[in-house]
């Protein structure tokens, strides 16, 4: 069984957590299975797939494809529904104490809210709401949270009726971060995550002179969009100060230091299991906690922005 070193147990949001690793929403499903092997590899945390009120069949394949540093994703939202989803959390809560966020995805507010009051009938510790999947046709290109308005509206509705601490999923498509994530913390977020899938981008099939994906777009993830993601974690924990889960491209301890001393408390890994496996989680931990033994820092919290503003 994995072991950790108490440099890495950290709070979040009132939890504490082993390490602060954390699945994000739609790399591995759904299913309490897969959670699970998600924390047996060394996850601290884990978020389902986004879910919607109704079961969603998603989009047509090619749904995803590798480019270069990372992947370009379509997947349309496919899961089994709300319903379907929260049996999936009492399922995996009977076999694991370690905290699960239900990510929830709608177009409108209202739907929001219907889907928060199941959330409330449910085990799940932390609502997730998803303001920024690039890939569905009602939001197409335009996630939820382009507009700080409409960001602080859905929050709010939510946080007005949710028994349990509301994320405000952000996209980083937008030309200034800071505005919507002081509109989530203003309508009531506990935290914030971000980010979302990059893009949408394009890849072309040139022997057949067609699109990879049958979408013809999709949202990018994996190294490549790292460097967008540290900035915009940065920029956003420059203005608020609800804690924030920062991902993308999150492959390696070093990254996991870097996306701290950008500002995140907690951080996502999800393209880097692609690549490195499952195993993933373990793998970060110990770099991160080589990280902290060799520099001689006691905790994760001694890094968070340090010498970063000067
Ligand atoms: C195949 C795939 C499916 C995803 N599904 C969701 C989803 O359902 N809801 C969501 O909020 N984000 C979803 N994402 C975005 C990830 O949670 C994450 O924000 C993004 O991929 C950046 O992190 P990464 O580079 O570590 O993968 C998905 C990403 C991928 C690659």
Same mark, same amino acid.
């Given at each position: ?67 270069? #540093? ?15 989803? @929260? ?140 460097? @967008? ?16 889960? #920062? ?52 905790? @994760? ?10």
């Amino acid at each position: 069984m994995f072991t950790l070193d108490s440099r890495l147990k950290t709070d979040f949001l009132g939890s504490v957590l082993k390490t602060p690793l954390l699945l994000p929403a739609g790399v591995m499903g759904i299913s309490a299975s897969s959670l699970l092997y998600a924390v047996q590899s060394g996850a601290g945390i884990v978020t389902t797939k986004s879910l919607t009120l109704q079961p969603r069949k998603g989009h047509d394949g090619p749904v995803i494809s590798p480019v270069e #540093g990372g992947f370009i994703n379509a997947m349309g939202l496919c899961n089994p529904g709300i319903e379907f989803g @929260i049996k999936e959390i009492s399922e995996f809560k009977i076999k694991s104490f370690v905290p699960v966020i239900a990510s929830v995805f709608a177009t409108e507010p209202e739907g929001f809210v219907k889907l928060t009051e199941f959330i409330n009938d449910s085990e799940a510790d932390f609502i997730e709401l998803n303001l920024s999947c690039p890939n569905v046709s009602a939001e197409y290109g335009v996630p939820l949270s382009s507009s700080p308005v409409i960001v602080e509206e859905v929050v709010r509705a939510v946080t007005d009726i949710s028994k349990i601490p509301v994320i405000a999923k952000l996209s980083p498509n937008v030309p200034d971060i800071k505005l919507l994530a002081l509109a989530a913390e203003k309508g009531g977020a506990s935290a914030l995550c971000l980010i979302n899938t990059l893009g949408p981008g394009m890849e072309i099939d040139i022997n057949i002179g067609r699109p990879v994906l049958k979408n013809i777009f999709g949202g990018m993830s994996g190294p490549c969009v790292k460097p @967008i993601a540290v900035k915009l974690v940065y920029e956003a924990s420059s203005v608020v100060k609800i804690p924030i889960i #920062g991902l993308g491209g999150i492959m390696t301890g070093a990254d996991a230091v870097e996306m701290l001393m950008a500002g995140a408390s907690i951080i996502g890994i999800g393209t880097g299991i692609y690549y490195r496996g499952m195993d993933i989680y373990r793998k970060v931990n110990n770099e991160l906690n080589e990280f902290l033994m060799k520099k001689d820092f006691k905790h @994760i919290d001694e890094i968070k922005r340090i010498n970063i503003d000067g």
